[in-house]
Each structure stands twice: as structure tokens, then as C-alpha cells.
């Protein structure tokens, strides 16, 4: 079985800065793409930053220039580092790895962690 925690979020004012994190455990062989998405109130879920195996990133427009995302292949970790954040950032944000678990590449995701941008 394998799980993608997630943890960093919280309650920011505007121009703050946080940071996440999304660890994924079990029988791993491999992770390939890792990204972020996030979920706003009554909107669709949509892609933030995602990172290959190698560390190529590709950024949303919206996000450009202020979130920076990483990984810990050894330690089948992803970072988002979020700076400058906007009231329009508050979303439920959600981790999603490409795992090679037991010869078999899926997609899994974590339960989500919540970012609240507020004066």
C-alpha cells in the first residue's frame, strides 16, 4: 500500500510565506512525476507545479515566480516552497505522485492540506 501525506498548511496573511510537504511511504520501487494541485471553494481542481524524477519543473501562471517546488527522491519527498501568497492561493492543496508500486505505475494522491490566506 502506499500513502502521500501531506503537511505545512495553515492560516498565512497576504505576502506571507509557507512551505509543504508530501511525503509518500510503502513498498516503493520508484517515483516518477510529483505535483501539487489545489482545490478552491465551488472551483475545479487545478494543477500548481509538477517536477519529474530528474527535477524539470513546470510552474501555473498564476504561481510563477512565487512558489518553488522541489523533491527528496531519497526520500520519495516533494516540497513546495510558497512565498508572496495571494488571498486567491486559499485552496485545499492536494499531493499527487506517479509510484511504481510492485511493478505497477499509478497515480495516488494525499487527502489534502489547507492553505488560508488572510488579513
Known amino acids: 500500500q502506499v500513502h502521500m501525506v501531506e503537511s505545512g498548511g495553515g492560516l498565512v496573511q497576504p505576502g506571507g510565506s509557507l512551505r509543504l510537504s508530501c511525503a509518500a511511504s510503502?513498498?516503493?520501487?520508484?517515483?516518477?512525476?510529483m505535483a501539487w494541485y489545489r482545490q478552491a471553494p465551488g472551483k475545479q481542481r487545478e494543477l500548481v507545479a509538477a517536477i519529474t524524477r530528474r527535477g524539470s519543473t513546470n510552474y501555473a501562471d498564476s504561481v510563477k515566480g512565487r512558489f518553488t517546488l522541489s523533491r527528496d527522491n531519497a526520500k520519495n519527498t516533494v516540497y513546495l516552497q510558497m512565498d508572496s501568497l495571494k488571498l486567491e492561493d486559499t485552496a485545499v492543496y492536494y499531493c499527487k505522485g506517479s509510484v511504481n508500486y510492485q511493478g505497477v505505475i499509478r497515480d495516488y494522491w494525499g487527502q489534502g492540506t489547507q492553505v488560508t490566506v488572510s488579513s
Open positions: 510503502g513498498n516503493i520501487f520508484s517515483i516518477n512525476d
